[in-house]
């Protein structure tokens, strides 16, 4: 089958939903929350999908405001991860970032979420910060760090 990557409309927003709890588990975002993001000025969605297939695998909601561009989430279905589709998603956004005028992407990631810093790292993006305590988990919380892409110089 072949992988396609599209923008987020309406009708895709409650089977992201479901890949979205499959993602954070902890912290799922429901339709309606993906639509008040979505809404946001600045703020888009896209999606990769397999052709005939049944639900979306791997998502991105990122906001572009002025010179800057912001990861809100990305997520990849379990089954489908290490199959290049978060890099798929990433690429669009550089381009679509670049296109607007943004000159830095910024995101935050848990700092037990290995799999995710590496893809950032290797990805171009460089650790600037630190949020303690910023994701719940089950009780406990864990610290969110915060990266940075320069796009432009």
Excluded at 7 to 32: E, K, V, Y
Excluded at 129 to 152: I, K, Q
Aim: net charge positive; proline share 5%.
């Amino acid at each position: 089958m072949t992988r396609r990557l599209r923008p987020i409309g309406a009708a895709d927003l409650a089977g992201l939903a479901r890949l979205h709890a499959q993602c954070f588990p902890d912290d799922a975002w429901d339709a309606p929350a993906l639509a008040e993001l979505l809404a946001m000025k600045g703020a888009s969605g896209h999606l990769v999908e397999e052709r005939g297939g049944d639900g979306p695998l791997g998502l991105i909601l990122d906001l572009i405001v002025a010179d800057h561009g912001e990861i809100l989430t990305l997520g990849v279905a379990p089954a489908a991860r290490r199959q290049g589709i978060a890099r798929m998603l990433l690429d669009d956004l550089f381009r679509r970032a670049r296109r607007a005028g943004a000159r830095s992407i910024g995101l935050e990631v848990a700092a037990d979420n290995a799999p995710a810093r590496r893809l950032y790292e290797a990805s171009g993006f460089t650790p600037t910060g630190r949020r303690p305590g910023y994701y719940r988990r089950l009780g406990a919380t864990v610290d969110a760090l915060v990266f940075r892409l320069t796009l432009l110089e």
